[in-house]
Each structure stands twice: as structure tokens, then as C-alpha cells.
């Protein structure tokens, strides 16, 4: 049978039924014993001598998944701005590893997903810097609101995803003008026509 325990609190000393060799890291370990380092034994009795032997001891090491999150652009230094037209040709992003000191950083097996529908794009690993007109509304995205989410796998192999943000992409008002063919002399008269998009409060972008 196997004898699991963690000597540093919260403690923990778990002995699984003879024959059990399987354990849940999270609801019989984790869930009691939480993060860091398990001591796990193995111990054999031969049924027809009685003799016991108990394998050296070895380590199980449990860490923490990374806790992240994201910052759209400050443009004033203060408030994140999530609003962009549907031209925009440039969206930087911030990816945050809250429990790594809250620092900023861009690593190679991080990236970002922006999902509309049943649309989805990936942004490729390691950039924070997308084209939104290009990557998103040419892309099939069109215009909307996006769940935007970053996706980071750590050292130790753990992998996680921050909380969705909301991205919003208006579209352009649509222009046009009429006038008159006129002589020199004349006044002619330019009539504009403007289509602005349909923006609910509550319900978002149509």
C-alpha cells in the first residue's frame, strides 16, 4: 500500500486501500494538505513469508497553478480602455501573473484568445500585440463584443487561464454625399448621408 504525507501545514497523512495506486491530486491531496512538497512510501508484505519492506521514500511536489489576468491599454495612465473601431489596427495587451509578485510579463508559451460566437482567434504564443481589424474583423469576427482571455502555461507544466474581459469593436458611421453639377456662378449644395451603427446600452453592439 501507499503511504502519502505532508509534514509542513495544512498536514496531511493518507494511506490508500492495498492495491490503490491511483490518488486525486485535487480533492485527496490538494484539498487537505494544499500546495508544496508529499512524501510518498511504498510498503509490500509477501503473503506467503510475511516479510515487509518499505521502498525508499519519494517526493511528490504540488504547485500552484498561475493566477492571471490582463490589462487593456491605459491610455491616461488610469483607466483601461476596451473600446476600439472597427479600423483599429493596433490592440496592445498585458498579461499579469498575479501570484508571481503581479508582474507583468510576455512569455513564449502564453497567448491570447478572442472569441465571438462561434468565432475564434489565437493569437500566436509569446505576442501581446494584435491587428484587430485585420486578425479579428476581416478575420470573420466582423464587429461585437469579444471574451478575451489569456492562456499561460508555467515551468512546472501547469497551466491556467485568466477571467474572460470584454473587448468591444464598433463599426464606422457610413458616409456618403450628394450635390449639384453647377456653372461658375452658382451655389451648389452638398447633402450628407450618415448611417451610424445601432448601439444598445444593454445588449451590447447590433
Do not use: M
Not at 512524501?39 to 498561475?66: E, F, G, H, K, M
Not at 507583468?104 to 484587430?132: D, L, Q, W
Not at 478575420?139 to 487561464?161: F, K, L, M, P
Not at 477571467?163 to 450635390?179: G, H, T, V
Amino acid at each position: 500500500f501507499f503511504t502519502i504525507t505532508k509534514t509542513t501545514a495544512p498536514t496531511l497523512n493518507l494511506i490508500l486501500a492495498n492495491g490503490d495506486n491511483t490518488v486525486d491530486i485535487t480533492t485527496e491531496l490538494f484539498a487537505v494538505g494544499g500546495i508544496g512538497n508529499y512524501d510518498v512510501t511504498y510498503t509490500y508484505t509477501d503473503p506467503i513469508t510475511n516479510c515487509q519492506n518499505i521502498a525508499p521514500s519519494r517526493t511528490l511536489i504540488i504547485n500552484p497553478l498561475p493566477v492571471l489576468t490582463f490589462e487593456f491599454p491605459k491610455p491616461d495612465g488610469i483607466s483601461e480602455d476596451n473600446t476600439y473601431c472597427e479600423s483599429a489596427t493596433v490592440l496592445t495587451l498585458n498579461p499579469i501573473w498575479s501570484n508571481a509578485g503581479g508582474r507583468p510579463f510576455i512569455p513564449s508559451s502564453g497567448f491570447f484568445r478572442f472569441t465571438k460566437g462561434a468565432f475564434v482567434y489565437n493569437a500566436p504564443a509569446g505576442v501581446n500585440t494584435i491587428n484587430p481589424n485585420i486578425n479579428l474583423v476581416q478575420g470573420g469576427g466582423s464587429y461585437g463584443i469579444y471574451q478575451v482571455t489569456y492562456h499561460y502555461t508555467d515551468a512546472n507544466g501547469c497551466t491556467n487561464v485568466s477571467p474572460a474581459k470584454e473587448l468591444r469593436i464598433y463599426p464606422l458611421p457610413q458616409l456618403s454625399f450628394n450635390y449639384t453639377n453647377a456653372c461658375f456662378g452658382d451655389v451648389t449644395q452638398f447633402t450628407p448621408t450618415i448611417t451610424l451603427p445601432a448601439i444598445d446600452a444593454n445588449d451590447g453592439i447590433t
